[in-house]
């Protein structure tokens, strides 16, 4: 998949987006959605996806931009929050060869921890659901406060 194609209404999140597939929600508006990254890299990695499609960053409408990186900022303030870590990292891929593996836009939200190594991209373990979902109140209950 590299940057070019047809976007494909089958991809996890848009199944997510259209309440196929479960997800732990911490956010959600008109325009966006966030929710725990299953295969987290640390302790409270969040994805922000917008909720019109596109297969990355490059196709995200223009009137889409600030709402997509205005969720980023809230969820990623929330996540100060409730998780205290001591840096936040913020990132997104564009197509397979640059790491990208699931074509619907998103941006990782990954706290760091202090002498804690980060789990490899797309590659760490399945988190438990109920992790999750705590985790997600707590930014959720950040977001809130
Ligand atoms: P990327 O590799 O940048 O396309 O990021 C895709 C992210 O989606 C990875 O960090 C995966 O861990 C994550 N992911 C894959 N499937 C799910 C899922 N069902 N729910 C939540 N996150 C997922």
Do not use: W
Not at 8 to 34: H, S, W
Not at 118 to 138: N, R, V, Y
């Amino acid at each position: 998949m590299s940057l070019d194609g047809q976007y494909d209404e089958q991809n996890i999140f848009a199944k997510i987006l259209r309440g196929e597939m479960p997800c732990a929600k911490v956010y959600e508006d008109g325009g966006t959605l966030a929710f725990m990254d299953a295969f987290p890299q640390s302790r409270g990695h969040v994805l922000v996806i917008p909720r019109n499609p596109s297969r990355n960053l490059l196709e995200v409408a223009p009137k889409d931009i600030g709402r997509l990186f205005g969720t980023v900022q809230r969820v990623a303030t929330a996540v100060r929050s409730a998780l205290k870590p001591d840096g936040i990292v913020v990132t997104q891929f564009n197509g397979a060869p640059a790491g990208q593996t699931v074509f619907h836009s998103h941006v990782h939200i990954i706290p760091r921890y202090d002498g804690e190594a980060l789990a490899g991209h797309a590659a760490g373990e399945m988190a438990d659901t109920d992790e999750l979902k705590t985790l997600a109140e707590q930014i959720r209950n950040a977001l809130e406060a």
